[in-house]
């Protein structure tokens, strides 16, 4: 009978690898960012470990990819490894370099259950473990410093370490091209953790033994699991080179037909000796159907089932697309944590909110939970980056929603621009606005408002609704229609690299009343209340050089409007931090002048001089700062200085 191509596994390659090549290359021509990793499986499954180990999930991490690697698992022990036989773009690059080889006649046959074949397995498995240890330990994924699709899509531009990358893409090239399947069989850590799922009853009782460890206190319990899991299926591998009860699909060799020509196993991208199995549950198999199309005697058959040829190929679709649906509807916490006694607590309760823009990754997420363990009563939080959500556990005996809503509120002063000579005086109108409730909605509120010409600046205060108050022109004569509008729009579309970015909008207008005036100079001092908060004295040296008779001092001054802006406010403690690494500093503080803000360095005069200060100090090409746990580090320099100032005294 005529043999048939293999028309699907190779549509679905090439398929996906074209449609990398065109994302990528879209992405570069078109300047606009790219989510490499959104489909990878291999990650999903890091960051679901780590959320397993430490309650949270790596900042890169979306549940789309954590899908992605649960519906992978699922489906290897179901059906076999369909990802690897017909979506994975590294198996299509190492099944073309090894035809490649093979035509060149430079291809060196290492025999599947050979002493060479059982040695080189072992890579795998310590790579996997080497990665899920650092993924595990921190919460970051390791697999990018060394992963040579993740170096290549992204032009060897992301997190990757230059020679692990280098290495990778070594090994997939002309590993592939020298020995057949190279990277697949022996390198890659996906394959292991594949055939782990392969090997389903130790999938078990790994899961089986981190629960009993768990319950006997054992401290990183995780860490013995998975090492013990690895070198299980590597002694399972080597030994038995196939599974037994699951995968529950395999190719069936019917011998009364088979003539033992040898054209599948030739054909097998693996070159799985298949003569010698009825049942081909080959560890390597990857039901990609190359025997299949190659039997001219339909030997082979899908569990034994001519109609079956098409289903290992529909049903890598049907699972990819499983994933996606699951990603779009599931979300698992980004953090989860609980602290003090909430064991011993009775009646705790759940706060929901939704919407915060600040909850936008792991980092972000530890910072909110640090923030609420400061709140009496509080018990735990769990964030959703997706959704910008969070859920947080409290006592109602000692506090309530309010006192919640109170910790989560961010108070902001913001000024768009100082009013001129002409305009002597500001209305004062005072709104009532819900859906304000972090930072980020600031943020984003403050965009809306100083986008109506007239306003100079708002202040808000935690209240319900949150009472907002906004500084505006007379003469330009604000209605509560006007403010209503604006404020109450459901998107704020804002400028970025990409062209335009939509923000969705939650504000809503309450109340509106005009409370009367103040001056200019009154509306100056006001929203310098900000910008003195960042004044401070520099305990470490001033306790080396606080002595004013033995060190005397001098005062620098420079003007610096521009710190009334809030990126410059926001990069003005690293600053901060510098001047405070800076010998013979010892406080820097803000004034007033003539409605200018002024900038005061207190300096040891002996030390220091103004061409000094202005070269090294504010002209500086690294600065050095002092990190949260106490270390040091050199930083480009966050903030640009140009009005030179001069020394005036103490």
């Known amino acids: 009978m005529k043999r048939k191509p293999n028309y699907l596994k190779h549509i ?7 449609a990398i090549v065109t994302t990528v290359l879209w992405a570069t021509f078109s300047d606009k960012p790219v989510d490499v990793e959104k489909y990878c499986p291999f990650g999903g499954l890091q960051a679901f470990g780590t959320y397993l180990v430490n309650n949270s999930l790596a900042c890169s991490m979306s549940m789309l990819q954590i899908m992605m690697g649960l519906v992978l698992a699922a489906g290897v022990i179901l059906f076999s490894k369909l990802f690897c036989g017909y979506l994975c773009p590294l198996g299509t690059v190492g099944e073309a370099m090894g035809r490649a080889g093979r035509k060149l006649k430079i291809q060196v046959e290492v025999p599947s259950g050979s002493a060479a074949d059982r040695l080189l397995r072992a890579v795998k498995y310590v790579l996997l473990f080497t990665i899920l240890y650092f993924t595990l330990s921190s919460s970051e994924l390791f697999c990018k410093k060394l992963d040579p699709y993740y170096a290549v899509a992204t032009g060897f531009q992301g997190e990757i370490v230059l020679w692990m990358s280098l290495t990778s893409l070594v090994l997939l090239l002309l590993g592939g091209f020298v020995v057949r399947m190279f990277w697949c069989r022996y390198i890659c850590p996906l394959g292991a953790v594949s055939n782990i799922f392969k090997f389903t009853v130790l999938l078990v009782v790994a899961a089986v033994g981190a629960w009993v460890l768990g319950l006997l206190g054992v401290e990183k319990a995780w860490v013995w699991v998975v090492g013990a899991t690895c070198a299980a299926a590597y002694l399972i591998e080597i030994v038995k080179l196939r599974s037994c009860a699951f995968p529950l699909m395999y190719v069936r060799r019917d011998a009364a037909l088979c003539n033992n020509c040898g054209l599948c196993e030739k054909k097998c991208p693996y070159r799985i000796p298949i003569h010698d199995y009825a049942k081909v549950k080959h560890v390597d198999c990857t039901m990609c159907g190359q025997c299949i199309s190659s039997c001219a005697t339909q030997a082979l058959q899908v569990n034994g089932r001519r109609s079956w040829r098409w289903v290992p190929g529909l049903l890598a679709i049907v699972l990819f697309l499983m994933a996606l649906w699951l990603g779009s509807k599931l979300e698992l916490p980004t953090i989860d944590e609980k602290w003090g006694q909430y064991e011993q607590a009775e009646g705790l309760r759940t706060y929901e909110m939704e919407g915060l823009q600040t909850i936008k990754c792991f980092g972000s997420s530890k910072a909110f939970s640090a923030k609420m363990q400061t709140v009496p009563g509080v018990y735990g939080v769990k964030t959703f980056v997706r959704r910008h959500g969070i859920e947080v556990l409290y006592d109602p005996a000692k506090t309530d929603t309010l006192k919640i809503q109170a910790a989560i ?15 002597p005086e500001l209305d004062v109108l005072k ?3 819900e859906g304000l409730h972090d930072r980020m909605d600031m943020v984003y509120f403050g965009m809306v408002l100083q986008r109506i010409e007239g306003v100079y600046g708002f202040t808000t205060e935690f209240a319900c609704p949150v009472d907002v108050t906004v500084y505006a022109d007379p003469a330009a004569g604000i209605t509560e229609k006007q403010l209503e509008e604006a404020i109450d729009a459901r998107e704020l579309v804002i400028p970025s690299k990409e062209g335009e970015k939509i ?6 207008l309450k109340t509106y009343d005009v409370a009367g005036r103040i001056s200019r100079e009154e509306f100056a001092q006001t929203m310098f209340r900000e910008v003195e908060k960042l004044s401070g004295r520099f305990v470490a040296n001033a306790e080396k050089w606080g002595d004013d008779e033995q060190f005397p001092k001098a005062v620098y001054e420079m003007e610096f409007p521009g710190i009334e802006k809030l990126p410059i406010r926001m990069g003005f403690p690293y600053f901060k931090s510098f001047l405070s690494c800076t010998d013979g500093i010892v406080s820097v503080d803000f004034v007033l002048r003539d409605l200018v803000p002024v900038m005061r360095v207190h300096y040891v005069r002996s030390m220091w001089d103004d061409a000094r200060l202005w070269n090294e100090v504010f002209q500086a090409e690294k600065w050095t700062v002092r990190m949260a746990d106490g270390t040091f580090k050199e930083v480009d320099p966050r903030l640009k200085f140009t009005r030179e100032g001069r020394t005036v005294g103490e």
Request: charged fraction near 10%; aromatic fraction near 10%.
């Open 12 to 18: 679905l390659q090439w398929g996906v690898l074209a």
């Open 409 to 423: 509120f961010s108070p902001t002063l913001r000024k768009f621009a100082t009013p001129g000579e002409h305009i």
């Open 503 to 508: 923000i969705p909008m939650h504000t809503v």
């Open 431 to 433: 709104l009532g606005v």
